[in-house]
């Protein structure tokens, strides 16, 4: 990757180098696989029992989501954080088998907040959600 960097002669090519050196562009492969593994095997159960859709769908969620350190739980990010875009941010929760929205909740596992955070961190203490900064998701995310 660090090849790839040096040789780089457009912005495209400098950034999508930056994102194989710092594990980003597995992570973001990792989770498109996930996604496609889950659409599979729902597609493979809804053939094979399809009058038991129901059954079939709880069961293809529990596998899938099993996956990742942060499978099943809702984050929200709020602020700048200090290396990770908001785009990056998110390509590696999913990756990790969270999911992040655009609201606080009673749900919501975590906030991760940086610079000038804003409303949204003030309803997440309200509600005693758990704040992270982005040395605590990197955490999290095993690096």
């Not at 159960?45 to 293809?60: P, S």
């Not at 969270?98 to 955070?117: D, N």
Request: hydrophobic letters at 45%; aromatic letters at 4%; glycine letters at 10%.
């Amino acid at each position: 990757a660090l090849i790839d960097l040096i040789d780089a002669e457009t912005p495209a090519q400098r950034r999508q180098a930056l994102r194989q050196h710092d594990g980003a562009l597995a992570a973001l492969y990792d989770g498109w696989r996930m996604r496609l593994i889950r659409a599979l095997a729902w597609a493979e159960a809804a053939i094979d029992f399809a009058d038991e859709l129901d059954v079939v769908r709880r069961q293809v969620k529990q596998r899938t989501d099993a996956a990742g350190p942060l499978a099943g739980q809702t984050f929200v990010l709020t602020g700048t954080l200090p290396t990770l875009s908001r785009g990056e941010a998110t390509r590696r929760i999913e990756a990790a088998g969270g999911a992040v929205t655009g609201s606080v909740s009673k749900q919501t596992a975590a906030i991760v907040a940086g610079e000038e955070p804003g409303s949204k961190l003030e309803k997440a203490k309200q509600l005693g959600v758990a704040v992270w900064d982005e040395a605590e998701l990197l955490s999290r995310l095993g690096g």
